[in-house]
């Protein structure tokens, strides 16, 4: 906006304490609740002018206008005054945040938050927390970003250490395929599966990372059966587990293999063998 590079910017509202807390308590949040995509409704902006450290500026101030920029905006004549600050803008630019809801949003949660100002309309932000819809039964529905290339001239070695980043950012599913590509090189399919809040992240480190020219990309929706995560008390101590919700209301434990490998390597006892034992322990566990 200001004709300066990245080096020489400097922050003003945007880098104060109350800023830096909204945007880690957002951060934190996210996390925190597992969230994998945030939608958005028409943004408030308000409307007249507001003083900031550069003068007197229109509302939204252009920072603000600059980072909606794709986003449905409006203002209501009877709010005098700045409803959407250049660091709300940011947040919800930096989570790519998706206009409207999703199809079939199912809320379970609601949050709300209200302002100290006061105006002719209520001054009031609401959240809600859910799941974009379900397929039937116990069968939840979200959406995820896949994004796929493919390389014939990326050795082992870096695919490995691509992978392993990926897995670090925070990748739902990292997969490579072996294919033959064009003059019949041996090349490799790369598939990436994170949330889309992270597509954006796992694209440059590809295109950093990768001699690839190019990366498919689309955001498509997921079918997941609900599972809840728990810890369970076994014979070799207590273990993490998933508890896995069927289609038809069936539940059943699966043992997270993290667990099995430490009590395996702990113990000195074949995995396989712990594999068995605590199969057959949490199927008893479910019986009870």
Known sequence: MHGAT?????????GARDSIADIVGVA????????????????????????????????????????????????????????????????????????GLPSGFVPQRIGTGAGSRRFAVPNVLRAFFGNSGT???????????????????????????VAERLWEMGAFDVTMTPLIMKKGRPGTALGVMVPPSLAARAQDLLFRE????????????????RREKRELQTSYGAIAAKKI??????MHMVPEYESLRAIAIDTGTPLRDIQTRMTKELSELEDS
């Open 6 to 14: 990245p080096e020489t910017v400097h922050f003003h509202e945007v």
């Open 28 to 99: 934190i949040c996210l996390e925190e609740l597992g969230i994998t995509s945030v939608h958005v409704s028409p943004v408030h902006v308000g409307r007249g002018f507001v003083n900031c450290r550069h003068g007197k500026m229109p509302v939204p101030a252009p920072a603000t206008a600059l980072l909606l920029r794709g986003f449905e905006i409006f203002s209501l004549p009877e709010v005098d005054g700045e409803l959407t600050t250049p660091t709300g803008a940011a947040i919800l630019r930096g989570l790519h945040a998706k206009p």
């Open 135 to 161: 397929v039937g039964g116990n069968v939840d529905c979200d959406e995820v970003s896949v994004l796929e290339t493919n390389i014939d001239n990326a050795s082992g070695e870096l695919l490995g250490y």
């Open 210 to 225: 990768l001699p690839t020219l190019g990366i498919r990309r689309q955001t498509v929706s997921r079918a997941v059966l």
């Open 245 to 250: 919700t069927d289609p038809d209301g069936t």
